[in-house]
């Protein structure tokens, strides 16, 4: 499953590569529909931040979205209903990588899920801020990983039905 954290339009423009973060999430939400991946995303007080970024909007469609107020998201029942049983392997992206998107690792991981922390497709307002969540998740168990290694991940091989287009994503 992919988790997608945040990625609220009001947010993502203080983020430091907020741009960037948007094009490399929007690269995973492609192949996780390519590769029938599920997607469960977040907002977090969308009255307040906002809605999820339009640039996001057509490759969410097939998300599970959950409100959210708590920054650890696994303290929303609404969320971890639509997670599968542990010790399934979740791969967590989104903004911001310090705050909520850590804080949910950290609520996986203790409810027994193999995390992939997706490096290149999290941000913070600060990098320094960044840097310390991609560190601390690390200590705490879960796995750092890049978006072209959670796609060729999700394919397996090359002999993929599905891998030229997978392909396509990321060159």
Not at 30 to 38: C, M, Q, S
Not at 52 to 61: D, I, N, S, V
Not at 130 to 135: D, Y
Request: charged share 25%; glycine share 8%.
């Amino acid at each position: 499953m992919l988790v997608v954290i945040d990625m609220q339009a009001r947010l993502l423009p203080h983020l430091d590569g907020g741009e960037r973060l948007i094009e490399r999430v929007a690269t995973l939400l492609r192949a996780a529909d390519l590769l029938d991946v599920p997607v469960l995303a977040t907002e977090q007080n969308p009255a307040g931040l906002g809605g999820t970024a339009k640039g996001l909007l057509p490759e969410m469609q097939a998300a599970q979205l959950v409100e959210k107020h708590t920054f650890d998201a696994t303290l929303e029942p609404a969320f971890v209903a639509a997670l599968p049983p542990a010790p399934e392997t979740v791969w967590v992206v989104g903004a911001e990588a310090h705050v909520c998107v850590l804080l949910t690792v950290l609520g996986l991981l203790k409810r027994g899920y193999r995390v992939e922390y997706v490096a290149d497709a999290v941000a913070s307002r600060r990098a320094a801020d960044r840097a310390i969540a991609l560190e601390r998740a690390q200590q705490e168990g879960a796995r750092l990983t890049s978006v072209e290694t959670a796609i060729f991940g999700w394919l397996g091989d090359c002999r993929h039905p599905r891998f030229r287009e997978a392909l396509a994503l990321i060159k």
